[in-house]
């Protein structure tokens, strides 16, 4: 499928006719639109999604055709709710060829789809009606839908039309949303409706085929007991898809949340830093009460402060009395030391050197003696007296030091503490300003929310678990009923054949659900080659990485050269994002569709680095590609892109928007502005 040219009329912000030429020129195969954000150029894309399906299809959004709701949305370009739409006339039509039976003669469609009024002023959906109309080669389709879904299915568009957000939530994502994709590209909902179609036919056969053992008899009782366990079995199989859509519909609701808050990261980060100021200043708060509580300790020692110089001044009189009675008595002491040792020297015979010791020796040394004693008796009447208060006072001094009631570091402290809490009151009010009380509580619920998601997708699985056991146990008695009636029952030719039609369906049954088993391997290995070659192109490291592979828990993973897997958290975000990228064009491949691939706010949302490599790669991703950039990416590609891509671009519009007037419009690039 090739788009030729796109005509739409008051589609969202665009008021009038607007017309856009994409016929392919010679070799050029890139059209460029691009605009300042809210100028109205994404809603081109939203318009060739909606004329085709009547909604806007992504990977984010569950497949189904659109309604009157989503036509209501795109009329609203404006989303004025408190006034109908000026002009509730809405188209948009689409010019686009197909390959046919004949290279030489591709079919040609024209698919309208539009919006009239029901009432004079509609003010809400089912006040407008919308017709759709697919015109091939000249002649109205009598099955429009099945006629889009035949050059490119709702499923498969996701894949050929999306924007760049799309790629980083995808690189953070794996296993079922693979799975998720590629039974959309093999239509595996077609595949299961047949089995459920298979299984009400052998349900059939079996109702015969018990009617023939009644007619047997002596089995009546086991029949009973067989039908009782079928339908507990049938009751169970229920509950448990009941339990698998809660499931997936709590993690549809999940998915939402989490995008939600991916969208709201800025204010939640805030939100945090809020809670922690928050908790911040409650600390501060609950210091400050036990700095408060420290004044009356302070008030209730404050008397010893106060008395504390004047003790210190008697302590300083006591304390010289105190140093000359020590100097005193050291004194003594050492005269009581010489006193002895002239005594011990009177009572030797001979000296140390052996001498004997004379009379005259011995009086001089017991006069020594004398003049000895006779200078302590004068120092012991001398000696000061020992003043008993001096050793409390000093004790009561070193008390009152000790003590840690100091008013200098009671007003520090409470001073420091009011310092530190206007600051953080400061930047609380800093944030509250940058994030709304609206946000501080939209973010609060969304977290709530998904908590409680959490919680009731874990009961639920809890559940489902129970209900499977339960049903296996069940199944086991049925098959055990079953062999005993095999074993009762005659062979006759009516219950031969019942038996072999009935056998019959069981294994078609069986053959579906493994054909689309094998299909989903073929096609997973399909699509893990087409993504591993556009890798090749787009990775920085390809004398590191040999390719990408999906395996059979439909886990996308990056192989090296030493063929070890590289798990997801050793990648740098580019390069996940890269590997999404890979794998989105790697189902686009695989989808063996042909159609154009449209990228919207495609750069911003990838990694600089692989910037050069993606622009060199891009005009092979597809026959017909239509970039839709902001400003600045577009900037960014003229001044980064080489030459040789300008090459391949056959077209450049840019969107204005006319704020005075609410309404864009798009102009070729010479008639715009830089």
Not at 155 to 167: N, T, V
Not at 571 to 600: Q, Y
Request: net charge negative; aromatic share 6%; with cysteine.
């Amino acid at each position: 499928m090739r788009l030729l040219k796109l005509e739409m009329k008051n589609f969202g912000p665009y008021r009038g006719k607007i017309d856009l030429d994409l016929k392919a020129k010679s070799d050029k195969n890139l059209w460029v639109i691009w605009g300042t954000n809210g100028s109205g150029k994404t809603h081109i894309l939203k318009a060739i999604k909606w004329c085709l399906y009547g909604c806007d299809p992504s990977l984010r959004r569950q497949m189904q055709y659109g309604s009157e709701r989503d036509a209501w949305e795109f009329i609203y370009g404006t989303y004025m709710e408190d006034q109908p739409p000026p002009d509730p006339y809405m188209y948009v039509h689409l010019w686009l060829e197909a390959d046919s039976e004949d290279p030489k003669k591709p079919q040609q469609y024209l698919v309208k789809r539009s919006v009239s009024p029901r009432t004079q002023k509609p003010m809400n959906p089912t006040q407008i009606k919308c017709d759709f109309e697919v015109i091939i080669n000249g002649r109205p389709s009598d099955s429009p839908r099945e006629a889009i879904e035949a050059v490119l299915p709702l499923a498969a568009s996701q894949f050929f039309m999306f924007h760049g957000e799309e790629i980083r939530e995808m690189s953070q994502k794996h296993m079922e949303q693979t799975r998720k994709a590629i039974e959309l590209i093999l239509e595996a909902e077609t595949f299961r409706q047949g089995k459920e179609d298979l299984l009400a036919v052998a349900h059939e056969i079996d109702n015969d085929l018990d009617d023939e053992r009644r007619k047997s008899g002596g089995v009546d009782d086991l029949l009973d007991l067989k039908k009782r366990l079928q339908e507990k079995i049938q009751s169970l199989d229920n509950e448990c898809a009941i339990c698998k859509n809660e499931i997936a519909d709590k993690k549809k609701q999940l998915d939402s949340v989490q995008i939600d808050l991916a969208k709201n990261e800025d204010s939640r980060v805030l939100k945090n830093k809020l809670d922690e100021l928050s908790q911040r200043l409650d600390e501060i708060e609950e210091e400050r009460k036990r700095t408060l509580a420290r004044r009356g300790d302070l008030i209730n020692d404050l008397p010893s402060k106060l008395i504390l110089p004047e003790l210190m001044k008697v302590l300083e009189g006591k304390e010289e009395r105190h140093k000359k009675r020590e100097e005193q008595g050291k004194k003594i002491s050492e005269l009581v030391g010489r006193l002895q040792l002239t005594k011990d020297v009177l009572k030797l015979e001979r000296c140390v050197c052996g001498r004997p010791i004379t009379e005259r020796e011995r009086e001089r040394i017991n006069k020594e003696c004398r003049d000895i004693e006779e200078t302590i008796s004068k120092l012991q009447a001398g000696l000061e007296e020992e003043d008993p208060t001096y050793y409390e006072i000093r004790e009561t001094i070193a008390t009152i030091k000790s003590s840690k009631m100091n008013f200098e570091q009671f007003k520090k402290d409470l001073h420091e503490n009011a310092l530190r809490h206007d600051e953080i009151e400061g930047n609380t009010k800093n944030l509250e300003r940058k994030l709304s009380e609206s946000k501080i509580e939209e973010i609060k619920n969304l977290v709530e929310q998904r908590d409680n998601l959490l919680t009731e997708i874990g009961k639920a699985q809890q559940r489902l678990e129970n209900f499977t056991t339960e049903l296996e146990t069940q199944k086991n008695r049925l098959d055990e009923i079953l062999r005993i009636l095999e074993r009762k029952e005659r062979h006759d030719s009516i219950r031969e054949s019942l038996d072999r039609q009935y056998d019959l369906v069981t294994r078609c049954t069986s053959a579906f659900e493994s054909v689309l088993t094998r299909l989903s391997d073929v096609r997973r290995r399909a699509i893990g080659n087409n993504a591993t070659e556009i890798f090749r192109k787009l990775t920085n490291k390809p004398e590191e990485y040999d390719r990408i592979e999906i395996d059979d828990q439909f886990n996308v993973s990056v192989i090296d050269k030493r063929n070890n897997i590289v798990h997801r958290e050793t990648l740098s975000t580019g390069e996940r994002e890269v590997v999404a990228l890979s794998f989105i064009l790697g189902l686009m491949n695989a989808s063996e569709k042909v159609a154009p691939l449209v990228l919207d706010t495609f750069f911003v949302h990838l990694d600089e680095s692989h910037y050069g490599n993606i622009v060199k790669a891009l005009p092979s991703f597809a026959d017909q590609t239509i970039l839709i950039l902001t400003d600045l990416e577009y900037q960014n590609l003229k001044e980064r892109a080489p030459s040789s891509f300008f090459k391949h671009v056959a077209q450049t519009w840019q969107t204005v928007r006319n704020q005075a007037e609410f309404q864009s419009t798009i102009l070729p690039e010479k008639e715009g502005k830089d």
